[in-house]
């Protein structure tokens, strides 16, 4: 199946700073790609939907000027925390299609804010 | 949007026991997919499923969609301790989006 890389899995940053996530799709190209947060034992909540060369799109309730997303290439979208706090700590996750419904996953990033 | 209502929240099995998820709409699918999410790791797509009364079989695992795609299930005959997680059913919505169910976990007691 196509692989999507998430980078970094796990990452520890002082509140105040900000956090980049990257997500690649390694064989295919992705015109839009989906990040998701996810607290412990739960569903995964969608944030935004990031499209190459647009805008991304952002679900009610999630902060645009917090989140940053840039897809500016076909195999690549970054999520930028902006400003972490502490109760932005979670799993985030990425996903990407190749058109079909099938969505494949990125490995996930854990951020720990202190 | 269109819900997905998914049950029980947890089960815990006995090695060898069968289990099964349920994945409940109010209004017609188009689809339904199933993930698997290990502890610490992230979903990964099982199988998806599209028409009517469809039955999907994988080793262990019978995947079914009712005949008014408004429900599914995933069943597990004689469950191992590798399949421990969580699972997930969800349908794609509008601009490939998906909608999520809030998962089933599964423990499975050697």
């Known amino acids: 199946g196509a692989v999507v890389s998430q980078h970094p899995s796990r990452v520890i940053c002082k509140s105040g700073t900000s956090v980049k996530i990257e997500c690649r799709s390694l064989?295919?190209?992705?015109?839009?790609m989906f990040w998701y947060r996810q607290f412990p034992k739960q569903s995964l909540m969608l944030m935004a939907t990031?499209?190459?060369?647009?805008?991304?799109?952002?679900e009610q309730g999630v902060e645009k000027d917090k989140f940053l997303i840039n897809h500016a290439s076909l195999t690549l979208s970054t999520l930028t925390v902006t400003s972490a706090h502490p109760e932005d700590s979670s799993f985030y996750i990425c996903?990407?299609?190749?058109?079909?419904?099938?969505?494949?996953f990125g490995q996930g990033t854990r951020l720990t804010v202190v | 949007g269109q819900q997905v209502m998914q049950i029980p929240q947890y089960q815990h099995v006995q090695e060898g026991e069968d289990f099964t998820t349920y994945c409940n709409s109010s209004?017609?699918?188009?689809?339904i997919q199933w993930y698997k999410q290990r502890p610490g790791g992230h979903p990964v797509f099982l199988i998806q499923?599209?028409?009517s009364g469809e039955v999907k079989k994988q080793k262990r695992l019978t995947f079914q969609f009712g005949e008014a795609k408004k429900n599914s299930s995933l069943h597990i005959t004689a469950t191992q301790t590798t399949d421990v997680g969580t699972y997930f059913c969800?349908?794609?919505?509008?601009?490939?989006?998906?909608?999520w169910g809030l998962g089933t976990s599964l423990a499975v007691n050697p």
């Open positions: 996903s990407a299609s190749q058109g079909a419904e099938e969505a494949f």
């Open positions: 499923l599209v028409k």
């Open positions: 209004t017609t699918l188009s689809n």
């Open positions: 990031s499209n190459e060369g647009s805008k991304a799109t952002y």
């Open positions: 969800s349908h794609a919505g509008n601009n490939r989006k998906l909608i």
């Open positions: 064989d295919f190209q992705a015109t839009t």
